[in-house]
T-cell receptor, first 115, second 111 residues
Framework: EPEVTQTPSHQVTQMGQEVILRCVPI?????FYWYRQILGQKVEFLVS????????KSEIFDDQFSVERPDGSNFTLKIRSTKLEDSAMYFC?????????????FGPGTRLTVL | AQTVTQSQPEMSVQEAETVTLSCTYD???????LFWYKQPPSRQMILVIR??????QNATENRFSVNFQKAAKSFSLKISDSQLGDAAMYFC????????FGAGTRLTVKP
């Protein structure tokens, strides 16, 4: 069964450093998403991406965040200068159609720890 | 703005019994979709069930069913014949142009 994969599973970084979280969506999917879940809190939408551009972003997704699909398979989330409050689980998801009806398939997540 | 509220931080149920998890939402959109996701300790997000807002008939997936009350903006999840493997966090979500999640309900299943 096809699945979304994410690397690394756990990333530890120093405050102020840049991190890149990687995701490989399901191969025939067209819509890609990043979510964040601070420990013990709800899952929060960050951004959706379609046709090589951002289609929606939340108020959390400020200038320190960026997304990219550098090739035909990877979908990355870059955090330019990490802050302590960026420590969270980051989930990538993909769907075959838009974010409405279509099921979003989630990856296993990357746990980001900022020291 | 779209919001999703889950008023039960924790629920427990006896194995084989039935439990209902509550969810209310608010949106100004007329076309939207509602989901319940399960997050076990592994933290993987797993779709349990979904409902199209334009459909009056409540969605059902095996032991899982919803009670969708559009006028009341309510979307509860009923789990019948609860099993130990149902123990997890359950998140209600509302999707239109993006997806918004509730705060979650932690379900414990007692043997």
């Amino acid at each position: 069964e096809p699945e979304v994969t994410q690397t690394p599973s756990h990333q530890v970084t120093q405050m102020g450093q840049e991190v890149i979280l990687r995701c490989v969506p399901i191969s025939n999917h067209l819509y890609f998403y990043w979510y964040r879940q601070i420990l013990g809190q709800k899952v929060e939408f960050l951004v959706s991406f379609y046709n090589n551009e951002i289609s929606e972003k939340s108020e959390i997704f400020d200038d320190q965040f960026s997304v990219e699909r550098p090739d035909g398979s990877n979908f990355t989330l870059k955090i330019r200068s990490t802050k302590l409050e960026d420590s969270a689980m980051y989930f990538c998801a993909s769907s075959g159609g838009g974010p409405g009806y279509n099921e979003q398939f989630f990856g296993p997540g990357t746990r980001l720890t900022v020291l | 703005a779209q919001t999703v509220t889950q008023s039960q931080p924790e629920m427990s149920v006896q194995e084989a019994e039935t439990v209902t998890l509550s969810c209310t939402y608010d949106t100004s959109e007329s076309d939207y979709y509602l989901f319940w996701y399960k997050q076990p300790p592994s933290r993987q997000m797993i779709l349990v069930i979904r409902q199209e807002a334009y459909k009056q008939q409540n969605a059902t997936e095996n032991r899982f069913s919803v009670n969708f009350q559009k006028a009341a903006k309510s979307f509860s999840l009923k789990i019948s014949d609860s099993q130990l493997g149902d123990a997890a966090m359950y998140f209600c979500a509302l999707a239109n142009n993006d997806m918004r999640f509730g705060a979650g309900t932690r379900l414990t299943v007692k043997p």
